[in-house]
């Protein structure tokens, strides 16, 4: 009696591993989540053929819901919870064994080929070069954390794997390209424009799998099957890599040598606080009063965040910072409390 997790790998019958296939033939109870990824239709009927009754469909509310009682059934038969790529690279699946553990119910995690890496192996970049994975959603909530965690991958040189939503027939890579643009156009860091280097990537695992790289306004025009669609947004590339996307993926000289990073935000923070160092280098006091030196006193911490934001890659953090250090700097300034000079203008 237990509580299986089995990863069914990407989502064909060419990924069920040997054990997998041995925990689903010996369970009294099989549910397959039907909710975080795509199955060819193959994949289903095997486990029809197989299961019979035994095999429930299962929704996100079942799953999330009704994990109590799943975690109840293990208590006193073999079920198993049957999963797209790794088990527990969802994070939904993790509050099952969680739940199971509190129970004192035995828990076994059967792993399988995960998407993620799947897809970064497609890619012919380097692996240990990706940064932050992000998922852009159908409905568009939340696509602006989305660019700026590109973005600040990208000011690191990191590739950013971009994983689309399933929900409701998936969402397609022209789409979320266009999501994208429109909150280009709302914030205008540079990062969504027409040379911008992207991998296109769409059912990967299955047996009409795509892989192409190109700029972005050649894929807003390409023609891709269903999804599961997924892209990547290449940092900084190592010749071996640029290599590869060009001999593997199609993407043409034009669009590797029009690669670049959008440096602009480092560039204008590492102004922004030479801009503050400087003016506190000059700064005259006029009033020696306790009040104003304790502003002085946050002025310089908000500084020292902003160093220390941006040399983590939080560049979004460190302008707020410095933000903060220049408008303090500033009132003291407009009422005569201090003097100085900012030598340097923003841009």
């Known amino acids: 009696m237990a509580l299986y997790l089995v990863g069914l790998g990407l989502g064909s019958s060419g990924y069920l591993t040997r054990r997998a296939m041995e925990v689903i033939k010996r369970s009294d109870k099989v549910y397959l989540d039907t909710y975080t990824s795509f199955f060819e239709p193959g994949l289903i009927e095997e486990l029809r053929t197989i299961l019979g009754s035994r095999l429930i469909e299962a929704d996100r509310r079942l799953l999330e819901e009704d994990v109590s009682r799943i975690v109840e059934e293990a208590g006193e038969m073999d079920v198993a919870i049957l999963i797209p790529g790794d088990p527990l690279i969802a ?85 979320a390209i266009r999501m994208l643009m429109r909150v280009e156009d709302e914030v205008g860091m540079g990062l969504i424009t027409p040379e911008r280097l992207v991998i296109c990537l769409a059912r990967i695992g299955f047996g009409d799998e795509f892989r192409w790289a190109g700029s972005l306004a050649e894929a807003l025009e390409k023609s891709y099957p269903p999804p599961p669609h997924s892209m990547i947004f290449p940092g900084s590339l190592h010749f071996s890599e640029a290599e590869a996307l060009e001999t593997l993926l199609g993407a043409s000289p034009k669009a590797i040598e029009q690669h670049k990073l959008p440096w602009s935000i480092w560039q204008r923070l590492q102004k922004y606080i030479a801009n503050v160092e400087n003016a506190l280098r000059s700064l005259e006091l006029v009033d020696q009063s306790s009040e104003v030196r304790e502003v002085l006193d946050l002025v310089d911490r908000y500084l020292d965040d902003s160093r220390r934001f941006l040399s983590g890659g939080r560049s979004f953090d460190s302008l707020a910072a410095i933000s903060y250090a220049e408008g303090l700097l500033d009132c003291l300034r407009m009422l005569d409390r201090v003097r100085f000079s900012w030598g340097l203008r923003r841009d």
Not at 132 to 161: D, F, Q, W
């Open 91 to 175: 994070t939904t699946h993790i509050s099952i064994i969680i739940e199971a553990a509190r129970r004192g119910v035995e828990y076994h995690v059967i792993h399988g080929v995960s998407a993620c890496s799947a897809l970064i192996s497609a890619s012919c970049l380097q692996a240990y070069k990706f940064g932050k994975i992000v998922t852009i959603p159908k409905s568009g909530i939340g696509v602006e954390t989305c660019y700026r965690a590109i973005l600040e991958n990208m000011e690191r040189g990191l590739h950013t794997l971009i994983l689309l939503d399933t929900a409701d027939g998936g969402l397609d890579i022209p789409s």
